[in-house]
């Protein structure tokens, strides 16, 4: 399917950018991941609190949550700062939602202790698809800060079921392409995300049409282009935490 | 499929609850309409203000966006006023985005002049599916408030493309079901959002795994009851239309 | 005094819009009215929450307040939603204070066991007197609340001492008139709101003049028309507990 | 009626506390004003702005505003200042609106120009009727800031009708009392603010039970009260703005 | 060094305007001050509030903070009020933070006991030099709130170690002066607050450059002014405390 | 002086860390930088937008801003997400206006044209200095987007008077030490910032005394100490410069 796009990228239909994915970026958090795709570069921490917010207090369990943010200028103009505005827009609160419910399906969380792994994922640069690299580099990072935990003597044992990973894909010029990056993603019609499990399990999948709608013909295109996508992405996961 | 679920309802798997539309339901609005999908209850308001945003001045079109409320106690509990807690959540911004874009998607803003047409989806009692029913009434809130505009001469014809409806869809003890009700939403394992266009193009998929992953035949039956939904709920708003 | 007037609805100077009353209009809160007056329409709850404020806990005692909303759209151009616009008007909280104190003044909060009774007055549709109309349909959702905590044996005994209830009068055009509709609202000199109880208490009365200031005989006539016109609120209050 | 009250103060039924008047009491505002009514010190300022809010630009006139807020340790026990809180609280909202409204309705904004007066009545302390001694100072305030228009030849004429002044009556242990203290503030049940123009016109009533509801005879043995309070208040003003 | 510079107050370089300290200027507060430096009049209060913040809780100690605010027209232009704004500017913040660390620099917390000190120090006419009469005010109302501690029988003895006070200093016209009023702030290169005790200790030192960088001999010149400065204002604080 | 304290990361008490600064880090801002000293690391980029703010409108000149942020795990524990919070904390605040006044005080504004150079100092990791390191680096970013402004054409020739950079120094354990780290300054007396341009004049110092006062020969030893290390920032942003 992939041969007749001219990508601004000039890589085939169903090329993922290429992935660098750097453990303990930073010294302090239980899990520091620094992620690339292409020119996007994300930093993914996730952090060890010895509490929980009230709604999971005297369960047993524990909880994760995310926290997402841009730096103003990680764009090519200038974004508000969302600490100067005074509120996180709309697309922030969407996107950091997105990331907890992604990693919630993956942790089992009732495992976990009465704690929280508070995951944050700041994007430094973006070039697209900045949504899904926080939900692969921050796979990595809580895998770190669970190891932690073992290491610790915290947890018994790992309290991972099995890795996640994202991807966007979209109908560019007509054709279903892998992984967007900011020049072809402003310009296609359809735009879809897609969160998976290692095991191929589907755990979101985000399909909006920016301009005219789509078919289920180019839906089934689009999630099998995902679906080979996000299995070399947990393979590159997987190295990066054999490293 | 569906014979063998026993839904809290007594629903077969894929029916709808009963809808109910009521035109000029207030009477300030250019469009005003009560939709009912079973006990969830929305009032949804097309306003025209004749004015646009920033980012549309000068480029000769309009705008359509959308807010989303729900009344404190709406539901179950009294949920906190977003009004007194002085923001809304980030639920209330994902719905409101959702809805905005759904209609924008068959509104031709080129031909709208410049002008906003602004919709309000408030929720009066929520019994689950109030981001679904709250697009399938503002489409007809929208037709109305058109109408209106085409009506005082200042639109010299409708600038509507086509209907869109929306439904939910989830696996409800391990069967794919059409339209959740809040008994079925609050134990299903996967939900899914669908906003279709009358001509049957996708405009938005939403799924969520709420507990574990889906697979890619499980998500093939959400759909196909999704769509057959919605080719109901676009018939049901042509004969609210003809009234 | 009434006769020649020539009020913009053809009442009668002394004679209130068409009041009706609806109990249990939405399915989930202890007390659930709809109120309509005129074309005034107001859903008014009353929710039982098992806990009290602050300045109430440990005092044996319980609380009674209220919150006050306007549907975007209620109006005849679209108003700011609150919820968006981050912070409630100063509008708002005066009508929201005025409602809590009225309800207050003939609930013995004393007997009410530690919990408050949290009202929501949310205007669906407005044509003037959307706080009286507030504080009369409130009584009613109050009533509905308090025999739900008797019949549930939550309460011995209703906790209500009187009935309460509210209308506006006003001088439109140099004459003295009794419930006031936007028409007559916003052209008339003097605005009062009066609160009395169904024994002919008062609670509250807050009169202003909009435009010249108003005479010690005109606030006594205004006086005479609001408790007659009280009078008939508090019956058709009483008829509707009845059914 | 008058005689038989023990008040704390050791007032009469009828009588005033002590009034202070200061004009120039600070150097830069146009008007700026010391009230003194017993403990209760205000101080009031009037400031002249060379532009008006939206709603009036291009209409000819001219607006008048005011804002009021406490010292946080005006009070007896220290209240939370509003500017860290972030928001003003709904009672400064009603009191600053009232203000607004009983200056307004002194001033000829038709004849004011293109500019606002923007009053600031600031607590720095507290003993009861903070209110009413605003906008008695107030007037004083604008008085001179429409004197110094004047002078400065920006107004041909002051556009001042008549004075404006207020006081609060009160039902302490049974017996209409005239301009309530702290001490009998927080004990009484009935607590009425008037605000009257110097020819006797009223302004604003605002009568509300604290506890039991009262009579429309307590309600004119109040008024009296008040109509005579604001008479000698209107004479210190007066008195005030001759020397 | 002083002789040639023509300051617009006719004062030598090294003059302290008239300083002025009334204590037990309103009633409620533990310690009460009104501080005049020339035209710059700032109300200092100390209340003691039996309570801690939460990082003090446990310790044994005891804390003291501060909050600073400006009356909208102590200045030549009024300024936005910061409570109707919804929040306080960084300069506000910036001034209540330094006054807070000078007081605590010369209160010994642990002995204070489980409460703390709440400086408010409200501006009420500005003429330069606001932040430095506000830490020598409050100086004087911490001292007579601790004094209050003493006699009521809750400290066994004063916990303040020594006096401290703070005056500003700047070049103007190329010589370093002392004690800014707003004419010559405005208009001056370099401006520098100094905050010292009685033995004189330095306790903070805050220099910018608005204009030219200023030299190592221009800062000794500036700290030497203030010193003297400081000794001065000292003794008018003990002179006050003794009366 | 230095030779007898033992710091904790062995350096002499004249020692700077390590410095390193990285040019063009980010892509799309004009100039974005990495600084690191030692373990501190902060992206500053220095956008240049095509608008300046009201108080510069029509003057003719240029503004040049700065903002602050760390990220949330940028420290041992994690710290609130200030975009979540809502607002800025007071030491955000003094230190994003305390690099703006450090950067305006070396840029020629009224030769920069009716556009604004926007400063973001994003800290991603943080061990002492972070406010420093900011200016430090901000410098070399700002000088990027000037040298921007020439090879585009949009100014005639660089508007930068001189370089200027920052460090902290502090008397830990008795002795004045050099550029501190976190363990350093969470444990040291005083602790002061200072910023001087390439030619060693004086642009702000900011002393503080966190326990006991200092005496005027401390302030000396610590104003020579930041004289030489800010000697060699300077020599270091111009090796970077010059790459």
């Known amino acids: 399917m992939s041969s007749s796009v001219s990508r601004p990228s000039g890589r085939a239909a169903d090329a993922l950018r290429t992935i660098r994915i750097t453990r303990r970026y930073t010294k302090h958090a239980e899990g520091s991941v620094l992620i ?19 709604h999971v207090k005297g369960t ?26 005074g509120k996180q827009s709309g697309r922030t609160q969407e996107i950091q ?11 089992d969380l009732s495992k976990l202790g009465e704690r929280t792994i508070h995951i944050d994922c700041d994007v430094i640069q973006a070039d697209g698809g900045t949504r899904t690299a926080s939900i692969t580099g921050a796979y990595v990072a809580v895998h770190d800060a669970v190891e932690w935990l073992v290491k610790e003597g915290k947890l018994p044992a790992s309290v991972i079921r099995e890795p996640v990973a994202a991807v966007s894909v979209g109908i560019y010029q007509g054709v279903p392409v892998l992984d967007l990056d900011y020049a072809e993603d402003s310009a296609c019609d359809t735009d879809m995300n897609v969160v998976m499990t290692g095991s191929g399990g589907i755990i ?16 089934e295109a689009l999630l099998n282009l995902a679906q080979a996508g996000i299995a070399q992405l947990v393979a590159k996961q997987q190295a990066a935490i054999k490293e």
């Open 36 to 54: 690339e795709c292409g020119d996007t570069k994300v930093i993914c921490t996730a952090s060890v609190l010895e509490k929980v917010p009230g």
């Open 60 to 85: 047993g369990g524990g909880w994760l949550t995310a926290e997402y943010g841009m730096l103003p200028r990680a764009t090519h103009t200038r974004g508000e700062r969302e600490a100067a505005r």
């Open 97 to 107: 939602r997105l990331i907890g419910r992604s990693l919630r399906a993956v942790v």
């Open 204 to 219: 979101e999948v985000q399909g909006t049409a920016e301009g005219a709608p789509f078919s289920r013909a180019e839906l």
